[in-house]
Nanobody
Framework: QVQLVESGGGLVQEGGSLRLSCAAS????????MSWYHQGPEEERDEVAK???????NYKDSVEGRFTISRDDAKGMVFLQMDSLKPEDTGTYYC???????????????WGQGTQVSVSS
């Protein structure tokens, strides 16, 4: 069983910064891709950043140049540095990891519990 614990959300003024963290724990798995998703009020969950095994990254256009995703494979962690925050960045942020389960020999996805980010204008 894999568990994800997120931290780092909060309330910040427009133009401010936050750093989100997500830590994976468990046994018998190997992490491949790691992502962050954003879900605004009355919106669907949407991927905003992704980092692949090896370090290649992709960003949603609206956060390109403002958000930076990174990972620490030794600790099983993924981070999202959010700078120049805007009110439209408000919402719940979820981390997602794509793993290879060595017990079942299958790829699986796991989600964090979500952390709230609020940006005031």
């Amino acid at each position: 069983q894999v568990q994800l614990v997120e931290s780092g959300g909060g309330l910040v003024q427009e133009g401010g910064s936050l750093r989100l963290s997500c830590a994976a724990s468990g046994t018998f798995f190997r992490i491949t891709d790691m992502s962050w998703y954003h879900q605004g009020p009355e919106e669907e969950r949407d991927e905003v950043a992704k980092i692949r095994l090896g370090g290649d990254t992709n960003y949603k256009d609206s956060v390109e140049g403002r958000f930076t995703i990174s990972r620490d494979d030794a600790k099983g962690m993924v981070f999202l540095q959010m700078d120049s925050l805007k009110p439209e960045d408000t919402g719940t942020y979820y981390c997602k990891i794509h793993i290879w389960n060595m017990q079942t020999s299958q790829y699986e996805d796991y989600w964090g519990q979500g952390t709230q980010v609020s940006v005031s204008s």
